[in-house]
């Protein structure tokens, strides 16, 4: 530094010093630009330098510019030019004192800078962004201002010299606006290489700029591309300015960058093998995390960013990842946001399980669709999994949205059952490992379990199953808030008895292990049990025998000695408190005694020597009081029973004995028999079977002529003794049933006589005070159990195979093939007796169907029942004589006029064990049970076995070949055997509905080939019935059609079947469309019948061109048969019309806006687009040929007009439905398939229908009778009544005509839309044709009551075209 320079510095800090900076100014302005950036360089580059020359040099040249000197503004430009040079070239720590200063000072002195020096700052500090790849840390607040002002200057005269490759040519000027320099310069940084350590300090500038749309979306793009090369651990930062940038607008966009950009991560890092990508994995779940309360932040501060995260989810619902789904999870904790996102997830879930559920049943258009994008179950296993590090926030949402989901899937809802048990048990899955995993999430988990409870809301069943899985996972987790269960239970008075019975199983670990716990339920439930009303002592013995039940059973598992003693405790202090039960009313006493006798089936009960013990002390004192002197033939008192005054049971001794019988015989299957002798339990019944055996029913003070009626004393006296009478003679039948120590078969025998006369009598002559008969058959007033019945009727209707096969599956120790072979000779007496065998099984069909006051029987216990009714009874109808003549065992061909026939409640018994199967989602057990039965099936046991798929599916095909030969011979013995065959075919059409789905979804080559080939068999096997020499039945011909509707869609060819049931690739499969003619022609066959029928019956000559040479018997269709098969096939359109309207979504799935942003040769989405709409378009039309059929014939009844409108009316839906989702779908051109659709429904179906309503009215107005004029029409009795007629019909078609305004509204868009005419293609005009004058009409009212309806009931029978009827609000 020269003297003169030390000079000039000298005299500038002493002027600083003084605070004259107008001097200093002034002394500044008259150096050179050259000396004023060596002040500064000398200045700022000194390390021990504090910059205060710098600053007296800023605040000079200001000074100077406000005090108006002419060249104050540019020496303070050249001052902040050189500060902001040196900044940039000096490496200095921004942290000191010195740069917070000189930035606070440049940012304080901005507004002076002239233009000049604006444009020279703001591309110096691009100049180093280019050359460094970072901006300078001190400039971090002044550089936003600096470019913000930059924006705002006017014209400006550049040349290249001022601004690098701004001007056009060299050395040429050219006028730039601040704008446009602004621009440039944002363009320019975008388009720099950033330093990874200073990518977060450009973004935090470039975010704080004002920033037009396009410039906000070119900044978000260079950020989210400059993610991809950085670090983990500096992302949470990026995504959060990118946050703050979406302020500026492009939220949507920022939001999918995003989300986009971790996708791909996840991608890359999921199917990790090595330690350092496992560990990169792990690191990038955290980073995920705090990335997620980054965003929840944002959202706070901005919920516009919140409805953009919203709309991206529900646009991109098919392709969410697990980030993108934990993010939507965290958005839900923001009480804003809550409820939608909880529909949103809630409806992803239930809609991915459903369309899957869809995809798999709908073979015609599922070779054009591809697998789904996303699998909801693995986003919330993988949200879960991750949840234990880093995404531990999203837990509650997660928590939350599983209990709504459970709630939702209990009530009534628009998903197909299968989705909404897949949901279910995923939701369960979930809240489970949740429980497992979060502690600070187990008390509000409990909480809401609880609440449901209390509450018994729809889904409080599933809940206490969820309740019993935590419980028996790892109790010790549960146990701390067992004080929330306790507050709970104050609740049993109001619960029903399920849902106490399934809380004390839920609970019962705790019940054990706890002893606070088990004594404040057991206090609960002993004041309830002595409560004022019947009904909660009902409830709290319910879950009484729960808590014997599950003590028994532990005891019978392995355990410890200390714990077997706490559980026999346990179970003694509850036999003790069912001691005192047994003392109260005549109503509770027999809900004990028939739940005891329940628990006494159980193998664990009858194995505890303390339960069997402690009962026989019961039970031994108790008969004693009621056993009659050995004098009497009866042996019971059954005066002590009967009360003398007012004629009500005061001790419920049938059920008493029942139980007594059970125990007895588990006693003697113990150890714990006791003293032989006249005492015993075992002398005691043989006693009491004997002596029953001789008594008549005068020994009961009862007469066969005597007065039974409930409606007078005697009457009600007569009818209780009768009943106990009828219940002990059924205990003593069962146990000699079941005695292995005095067996008497032709005992058995005797006593089936006495209960079958005593029943018969009861059964006439009982009536009430309208004199109609109270019991329908004896089966009702028998007490004996299921498991008793299943195993009598093993013998009495044995298998042949398990009798002829040593080798059987079911012939196995304790009960080979020689115990088998030995006992079913041994009951032969009882199988030569057809009145008790079909006892038994009325009373194995009355136990599985009942439901009210009774417990469900387990799945075991119908599947034995199943195999008993086909193997036992029903197979033998599939062998018949070669003279076809049935070779029937003597019990079954026998036949009563009064009574059923064996093989008729065996047929219903099958049908009953199928329709429970079927409502528990077990139905697929049924045919390996039944052809090829194990004992584990028959036990106990929530694991089915495994089979292979080629296996089961030839069971399958075994049961229903062997049904279809059974119901087959059964026709051929018509019309002896026309019921049972009826019923058959029930349970035939159960199966084949069940193996059509798991067809459907199989991936075994070999078990799809064996399921095609069955249901196709099936199928022309219905139809071939309908040809033959059927009874006119319609109850027949309505089951052969429903089978024949399950089975249609394996009417297609065999090659259709041969492709596996998903793609995961597109394959453009050419669209055949001829498949739905081969498919339907055979239904198309079946209503050209039914059509011809009618024409027939209703005098109208058929077309002779039109004569099948192969019509079936049409003297089967009568104007009884013909309406209900017109309602089956009604309801088979429904559901595939249902099908095409779900494969219409899925063209709007495909099809979507984001084919615009494609490249021109990517169209897959578009092609398989257009396959799919031609091939809804190919559904529809054959469906519409079907429905041609029918509306161009006159229906000989109202009910199938009804009917068939009904039918119409759906397919308008679906083609309105179809239409308007091409309104979504720009990309997809009118179809040639769409066309002629479009012609078939709108021109000819319309045309056909306007006639058939017009003849439906005419049948409705013209009442009387053509062929006898003079006979009076039975017309409506009231004026009301005949309203309700008039405004049913007419609503039915004011729907329908609504219904086809929308379409004509959906399709006039369509051609709008495309500029196509389609108009030309509505025929009908609905406001002149389908417009009913009300004078016009006749009244029916006018015939009876002599008055036609007011005005303003003649209003409503007007088609009201200008308002949707109710029923269609929901288009």
């Avoid at 609970?507 to 088990?518: C, E, G, N, S, T």
């Avoid at 359109?1133 to 799935?1149: M, P």
């Avoid at 041609?1188 to 119409?1208: E, G, K, N």
């Avoid at 002149?1328 to 004058?1333: S, Y």
Wanted: some cysteine; proline content about 4%.
């Amino acid at each position: 530094m020269t003297s003169e320079d030390t000079e000039l510095t000298t005299q500038l800090a002493a002027l600083g010093r003084t605070k004259a900076y107008v001097e200093a100014g002034k002394l500044l302005s008259e150096q050179e630009d050259d000396v004023v950036y060596k002040l500064v360089e000398d200045d700022l580059s000194t390390d021990a330098g504090t910059g205060a020359l710098t600053l007296t040099l800023i605040k000079g040249s200001s000074a100077l510019a406000e005090s108006g000197h002419t060249s104050g503004s540019s020496v303070l430009g050249t001052v902040c030019s050189a500060c902001v040079g040196q900044i940039c070239e000096d490496s200095a720590d921004p942290e000191t004192q010195k740069w917070t200063a000189i930035s606070d000072t440049l940012l304080q002195v901005l507004p002076q800078l002239g233009p000049r020096s604006i444009i020279d700052i703001a591309f110096r500090v691009l100049a180093e962004l280019k050359t460094s790849g970072t901006l300078p840390t001190p400039l971090a607040s002044f550089l936003p201002m600096l470019l913000d002002t930059l924006g705002t200057i006017g014209s400006v005269e550049i040349t290249s010299e001022d601004v690098s490759a701004v001007a056009a040519e060299d050395d040429v000027r050219v006028t730039r606006t601040g704008s446009e320099l602004k621009a440039y310069w944002i363009e320019s940084a975008c388009s720099y290489k950033w330093h990874a350590q200073a990518s977060v300090r450009v973004c935090a500038l470039l975010r704080e700029l004002v920033l037009t749309e396009a410039q906000v979306e070119r900044v978000a793009s260079r950020v989210q591309r400059q993610m991809e090369c950085m670090e983990l651990m500096e992302l949470p930062a990026m995504v959060y300015q990118l946050l703050l940038l979406s302020r500026h607008g492009s939220k949507r966009n920022i939001v999918s960058g995003i989300f986009t950009f971790f996708d791909n991560m996840e991608k890359q890092l999921k199917d990790a093998h090595s330690d350092d990508e496992r560990k990169r994995w792990r690191e990038l779940g955290d980073i995920e995390g705090t990335i997620m309360l980054h965003i929840s932040y944002g959202i706070k501060q901005d919920f516009e960013l919140g409805d953009a995260l919203i709309a991206f989810a529900k646009e991109s619902s098919d392709s969410l990842s697990s980030f993108s789904f934990a993010c939507l999870l965290s958005l839900a904790r923001i009480h804003r946001f809550e409820d939608n996102v909880t529909v949103l997830l809630r409806t992803q879930l239930l809609r991915c399980m459903h369309d899957e559920d869809m995809r798999v049943g709908m073979v015609w258009v599922r070779p054009y669709l591809l697998e789904s994008g996303s699998d909801a179950q693995e986003l919330l296993h993988a949200v879960v999994e991750r949840s234990s590090y880093g995404w531990d926030q999203v837990t509650q949402s997660l928590i939350q949205l599983c209990l709504n989901t459970m709630d939702y899937t209990a009530r009534r809802n628009t998903y197909s059952p299968v989705a909404c048990t897949q949901a279910r048990q995923t939701c369960t899955r979930v809240l489970q490992t949740a429980f497992a995993t979060h502690e600070f999430v187990r008390g509000e988990i409990v909480d809401q379990i609880m609440n449901r409870v209390v509450f018994q809301t729809k889904s409080h069943m599933h809940f206490l199953d969820l309740l019993q899985l935590l419980a028996a996972n790892d109790v010790d987790t549960v146990r701390p808030y067992s004080t929330k269960i306790i507050d709970a239970l104050d609740s049993i008075s109001v619960m029903s008895s399920r849902t106490l019975e399934g809380l004390v199983r839920a609970i019962a670990p705790l019940f054990f292990d706890d002893v606070q716990f088990r004594s404040s339920l057991i206090l609960v439930l002993r004041k309830i049990l002595f409560a004022h009303g019947v009904d909660e002592r009902r409830v709290a013995l319910s879950g009484l025998f729960v808590l014997i039940s599950c003590a028994a059973q532990s005891l019978d598992c392995e355990a410890g000695q200390r714990q077997s003693n706490v559980r026999l405790a346990v179970l003694l202090e509850v036999l003790g408190l069912l001691r005192r039960c047994l003392t109260q009313q005549p109503e509770i006493r027999k809900a004990a005694y028939d739940q005891l006798s329940t628990l006494l089936d159980e193998p664990f009960a009858r194995n505890n020597a303390a339960l069997l013990s402690t009962l026989h002390g019961i039970f031994q004192t108790e008969f004693m009081k009621y056993q009659a002197d050995r004098s009497h033939d009866s042996p019971i008192n059954f005066q002590l029973c009967v009360s003398p005054t007012t004629h009500k049971v005061t001790m419920p001794v049938a059920s008493f004995m029942q139980c007594f019988a059970k125990l007895t015989l588990a006693l003697e299957s113990s150890s714990t028999l006791g003293p032989s002798g006249s005492e015993s339990p075992s002398s005691i019944w043989t006693d009491v079977c004997t002596r029953f055996s001789r008594a008549q029913m005068e020994d009961f003070e009862l007469d066969a002529n005597g007065d039974f009626a409930l409606d007078s004393p005697s009457g009600v006296r007569n009818n209780n003794t009768a009943r106990l009478v009828i219940g002990c003679i059924d205990a003593a039948i069962e146990y000699e049933l079941c005695s292995t120590t005095n067996t008497n078969p032709a005992l058995v025998v005797e006593l089936f006589s006495k209960f079958q006369r005593f029943s018969d009598v009861l059964c006439t002559r009982c009536v009430d005070e309208r004199k109609k008969r109270v019991i329908g058959s004896a089966s009702e007033l028998s007490h004996m159990t299921l498991p008793t019945t299943l195993n009598v009727l093993e013998l009495v209707l044995s298998d042949p195979r398990r009798m002829d096969n040593p080798d059987h599956a079911l012939n196995c120790a304790p009960h080979d093939h020689t115990w088998f072979v030995a006992h079913t000779s041994g009951v032969s007496l009882w199988a030569a007796n057809t009145a008790f065998v079909r006892h038994l099984l009325e009373i194995a069909l009355a136990r599985v169907t009942e439901r009210a006051g009774m417990c469900e029987e387990p799945t075991h216990r119908v599947l034995h029942l199943a195999y008993i009714a086909y193997s036992g009874a029903l197979a033998a109808c599939a062998r018949p004589l070669e003279s076809g003549i049935l070779d029937l065992p003597a019990n079954l061909a026998k036949r009563s006029a009064k009574a059923r026939s064996i093989l008729y409640v065996a047929a219903e018994s099958l049908v009953a064990c199928t329709s429970v199967l079927q409502s528990r989602g077990k139905l697929d057990l049924l045919h390996v049970a039944v052809m090829r039965p194990q004992l584990m099936l028959f036990a106990p046991n929530d694991d089915p076995p495994t089979i292979d798929a080629l296996l089961d599916a030839q069971y399958a095909s075994a049961l229903i070949t062997g049904l279809r030969n059974t119901s087959e011979q059964m026709l051929a013995q018509k019309p002896v055997m026309a019921r049972e065959a009826t019923t058959v075919l029930t349970s035939l059409h159960a199966v084949c509905v069940q193996l059509s789905r798991t067809g459907n979804c199989c991936s075994n080559e070999g078990a799809r080939a064996v399921i095609y080939k069955t249901m196709n068999e099936t199928a022309r096997w219905a139809f071939s019935l309908v040809g033959g020499e059927l009874p006119g039945d319609a109850n027949l011909l309505r089951n052969i059609t429903m089978v024949l509707t399950s089975c249609q869609p394996f009417l297609q060819p065999e090659t259709v079947f041969a492709r596996p049931p998903l793609q995961l690739t597109f394959v453009s499969v050419p669209v055949d469309v001829r498949m739905d003619d081969y498919e339907l022609g055979t239904l198309s066959r079946l209503i050209g019948s039914i059509c011809t029928a009618s024409r027939l019956l209703t005098n109208i000559e058929a077309d002779p061109n039109e004569t099948d040479e192969d019509e079936p018997n049409l003297g089967i269709f009568t104007a009884r048969t013909i309406p209900a098969l017109v309602t089956v096939l009604a309801a088979w359109f429904k559901a595939e019309l249902h099908q095409v309207d779900w494969a219409s979504t899925q063209l709007r799935r495909m099809s979507t806006s984001e084919l615009a942003e494609r490249p021109e040769n990517d169209a897959e989405d578009l092609v398989m687009s257009i396959q799919v709409e031609r091939r809804v378009c190919g559904r529809i039309h054959a469906l519409s040929q079907l429905l041609l059929q029918l509306l161009s014939t006159v229906m000989p009844t109202q009910a199938a007009t009804d009917q068939v409108i009904r039918m119409f009316h759906d397919l308008h839906r679906s083609f309105a439905h179809l239409t308007r989702t091409k309104l979504q779908c720009v990309q997809v051109p009118i179809t040639e398939s769409y066309i002629d659709c479009l012609s078939l429904i709108c021109s000819t179906l319309n045309t056909h229908a306007h006639s058939m309503i017009i003849d439906k009215y005419g049948a409705l107005v013209g009442s009387a009778d053509t062929e006898n004029p003079k006979k009076k029409t039975k017309l409506t009795s009231s004026k009301s009544a005949g309203k309700s007629h008039v405004l049913r019909n007419s609503t039915l078609v004011s729907s329908l005509v609504y219904q086809m305004e929308l379409t004509e509204k959906y399709v006039g868009m369509v051609a709008a839309k495309h500029k196509t005419p389609l108009a030309h293609y509505l025929k009908r005009s609905l406001a002149r044709d389908f417009r009913i004058e009300r004078d016009r009409l006749h009244d029916p009212l006018q015939d009876t009551e002599g008055n036609s309806l007011d005005e303003e009931s003649a209003d409503t029978t007007m088609l009201m075209l200008d308002s949707p009827p109710p029923d269609m609000l929901d288009d």
